[in-house]
Nanobody, 122 residues
Framework: QVQLVESGGGLVQAGGSLRLSCAAS????????MGWFRQAPGKEREFVAA????????DYADFVKGRFTISRDNARNTVFLQMNSLKPEDTAVYYC???????????????WGQGTQVTVSS
């Protein structure tokens, strides 16, 4: 099990940028695939991006391709989500999550952070 704490959310104007961080506890961070998900009010939690254990492979939802970048620093037990060209429809609570298996499905991820709010104004 790994404990996750997100930070970096906030209020930004459309077209702006934010960088989310997710700090993990424990010495086994590099054994987990990591993902970012988001949930807007009244909607289901959806996949945003994922990164493999080594960071050598990434995957993105179509609606963030070219705008968001996921990365990780295993020495610092941290995964990042750089979000550029933000749109009002990106407004949501963003969660990081850890999984032993790669993928986009929410149920693959056993450990979740508490979430960080991202609000994009028009």
């Amino acid at each position: 099990q790994v404990q996750l704490v997100e930070s970096g959310g906030g209020l930004v104007q459309a077209g702006g940028s934010l960088r989310l961080s997710c700090a993990a506890s424990g010495r086994t961070f590099s054994s987990y695939n990591m993902g970012w998900f988001r949930q807007a009010p009244g909607k289901e939690r959806e996949f945003v991006a994922a990164i493999s254990r080594s960071g050598g492979s990434t995957d993105y939802a179509d609606f963030v391709k070219g705008r968001f970048t996921i990365s990780r620093d295993n020495a610092r037990n941290t995964v990042f989500l750089q979000m550029n060209s933000l749109k009002p429809e990106d407004t949501a609570v963003y969660y990081c999550a850890a999984s032993r298996s790669p993928g986009r499905v929410v149920t693959l991820y056993n450990d979740w952070g508490q979430g960080t709010q991202v609000t994009v104004s028009s």
